[in-house]
């Protein structure tokens, strides 16, 4: 008999979902986390949440704070100096999404596992995982300076891009993908109301923009910066300038500026490993993909692995059934690469390349105002940024 039924490895969005997905269904887990609580729950990431990741936080019964103070969202605009165009999603899909911080949902899972009882080990260092080829898994680490080690059936790396899941995955079975951008996103975060009720993406000479927000009172900014760019290069004042000049005098007459209360540059990739399984390890969320934030999928895509996750392993325990197990990674990496595909074609229109020459540039003109002139192009966008269906 093991310690633990499941070792989860991490509490971001995957690692924390997964877990209230099991404890709702009476399996056991364990949580180590390599950082502080308070580091996981300070860090500013995702800001959108499809609909199928509501549900899922509705399912494990975390979702009442979601409902309360997040933003339903129907449509957002896409803008360049050509145009504006609204993609109406709920009208072309009859869904939206929900603003509402990544940083929140993780507060939320977090404060709900500890309630009902769940283990989480904060400031585990040196996790390494053990015997994933054998019936017998086990996960060790090291905190307070003691070595601690527990025995489990299965272990699912929720440990993201840089975590030891996707390492210890033997080299031989892992084939990866990967594309890196040439350029990053300088976030600010600011107690200022936003400067329209939705998201805008603009596409701009000088450069990428998106103005997104977390609440009426607190905005969410990004201009597109060289991958080699530094933020202490960026004073707000510089910021808000930039920010203007690249939504246009009309989209920043809104604009209301302030003092950044938080302000990064996150890198931009598109990257999937395969298989997201090998014996009892199983990888989930950033541990197995990356998206570009353009398509705001990545904290989505980490939600939808971890309920895939869950449903095998509760068959799994409820009646013995393996088939969902072994079908885990074809199934989550079907809506992954789907997912990966959009995020990148909307990056690609949406910024600019080192090798955007004039002809380029006209190619990304041309297909904004195609999108702005066909419905059947705008519901394709809308379709893809509401989320595909879990199959
Ligand atoms: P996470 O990276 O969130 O969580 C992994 C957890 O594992 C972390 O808490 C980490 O500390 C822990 N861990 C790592 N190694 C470990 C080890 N060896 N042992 C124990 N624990 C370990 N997505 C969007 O949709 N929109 C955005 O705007 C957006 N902005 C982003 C900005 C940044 C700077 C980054 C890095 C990502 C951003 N993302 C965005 C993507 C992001 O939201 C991820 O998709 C999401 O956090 C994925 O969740 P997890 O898979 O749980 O991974
Ligand atoms: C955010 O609010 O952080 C956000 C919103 C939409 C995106 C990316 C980031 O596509």
Same mark, same amino acid.
């Given at each position: 008999m093991s310690d633990y039924r499941v070792a989860i490895i991490g509490a971001g969005p995957a690692g924390l979902l997964l877990s209230q997905l099991l404890h709702v269904a009476g399996i056991d887990f364990v949580i180590l986390e390599r950082r502080t609580r308070e580091y996981v729950?300070? $860090?500013?990431?995702?800001?959108?949440?499809?609909?199928?990741?509501?549900?899922?936080?509705?399912?494990?019964?975390?979702?009442?704070r979601l409902h309360a103070e997040g933003l339903p969202h129907g449509g957002f605009a896409l803008a360049s100096e050509e145009g504006v165009v609204? #993609?109406? =999603?709920?009208?072309?899909?009859?869904?939206?999404?929900? =603003?509402?911080?990544?940083?929140?949902?993780? /507060?939320?899972? #977090?404060?709900?596992? #500890?309630?009902?009882?769940?283990?989480?080990?904060?400031?585990?260092?040196?996790?390494?995982?053990?015997?994933?080829?054998?019936a017998s898994p086990s996960v060790s680490w090291r905190q307070d300076g003691v070595e601690r080690h527990l025995s489990c059936d299965f272990i699912a790396a929720c440990d993201g891009y840089h975590g030891v899941g996707r390492?210890?995955?033997?080299?031989a079975v892992l084939r990866t993908f990967e594309r890196e951008y040439p350029f990053g996103w300088l976030g600010v975060l600011a107690d200022v109301p936003p400067c329209d009720h939705e998201l805008i993406y603009a596409n701009h000479e000088r450069g990428f923009a998106l103005a997104s927000m977390r609440s009426p009172t607190r905005s969410r900014y990004y201009v597109q910066v060289p991958?080699?760019?530094r933020v202490e290069n960026w004073s707000d004042e510089r910021f808000w300038d930039e920010l203007a000049l690249?939504?246009?005098?009309?989209?920043? $007459?809104?604009?209301? /500026?302030?003092?950044?209360?938080?302000?990064? #540059?996150?890198?931009? /990739?598109?990257?999937?490993?395969?298989?997201?399984?090998?014996?009892?390890?199983?990888?989930?969320g950033d541990a197995a993909h990356i998206v570009p934030p353009t398509g705001a999928?990545?904290?989505?895509l980490a939600a939808s692995d971890a309920a895939m996750l869950a449903d095998a392993l509760i068959a799994f325990y409820a009646r013995g059934d393996t088939a969902a197990l072994e079908g885990y990674s074809a199934r989550a990496l079907a809506r992954i690469w789907k997912a990966e595909r959009f995020s990148w074609w909307f990056t690609g229109l949406?910024?600019?390349?080192?090798?955007?020459?004039?002809?380029? $540039?006209?190619?990304?003109?041309?297909?904004?105002a195609y999108i702005r002139g066909s419905a059947a192009a705008q519901m394709s966008i809308a379709e893809n940024y509401v989320g595909l269906p879990l199959e």
């Open positions: 729950e300070s $860090r500013i990431r995702a800001g959108v949440l499809e609909g199928t990741t509501v549900g899922l936080l509705d399912r494990v019964g975390v979702a009442d609204r #993609i109406d =999603v709920a009208g072309l899909t009859g869904r939206s999404v929900t =603003v509402y911080g990544q940083t929140e949902v993780t /507060r939320d899972l #977090i404060e709900a596992c #500890i309630a009902r009882g769940g283990r989480i080990e904060f400031a585990a260092e040196d996790v390494a995982l053990h015997d994933i080829d054998s390492a210890t995955m033997p080299p991958s080699s760019e690249r939504l246009g005098p009309d989209l920043a $007459r809104g604009l209301v /500026r302030g003092p950044s209360i938080e302000k990064s #540059i996150a890198p931009l /990739r598109s990257f999937v490993a395969e298989p997201m399984r090998h014996g009892r390890l199983f990888l989930a999928k990545g904290l989505n949406m910024h600019r390349f080192p090798e955007t020459d004039a002809f380029a $540039r006209r190619m990304q003109v041309a297909e904004l």
